[in-house]
């Protein structure tokens, strides 16, 4: 019981050589319209991740005001021992004659703070 398909309409090769000509532009067209949403998409979906990641930052104050904000993890500092040791002598990082070498004499009103100094530190 199978019912024969109608028969195509005859054409041409000239008529055949449009339509592919015709097709083959549709599908340049196509492809060109899908690169397009394509790209859209993607970058439709980056501005959703930022806006995603801006509606989380902008959540965590709201969350929890009184809590302070979360720092990144400080990389650990080493411990003195892992330090190595220089053999410096403190008194070597001036050298002789570029520091004063006797300080200045006491003027009167450094005088008077000094006399009063320990009254001051009896009242605290």
Do not use: Y
Request: glycine content about 2%.
């Amino acid at each position: 019981m199978a019912t024969a398909a109608p028969a195509a309409p005859k054409l041409s090769k000239d008529e055949l050589r449009a339509r592919v000509e015709q097709l083959e532009r549709a599908n340049a067209t196509l492809r060109v319209k899908s690169k397009e949403a394509a790209r859209a998409a993607k970058a439709a979906a980056a501005r959703i991740a930022e806006l995603e990641d801006k509606v989380a930052q902008l959540e965590q104050p709201a969350a929890a005001p009184s809590a302070p904000a979360k720092r990144s993890p400080k990389p650990p500092v080493p411990a003195r021992a892992k330090r190595p040791r220089r053999d410096v002598d403190p008194g070597d990082a001036v050298p002789p004659g570029a520091a004063v070498q006797q300080p200045a004499p006491v003027d009167e009103e450094a005088e008077t703070a000094l006399e009063n100094l320990p009254e001051h530190l009896k009242a605290e």
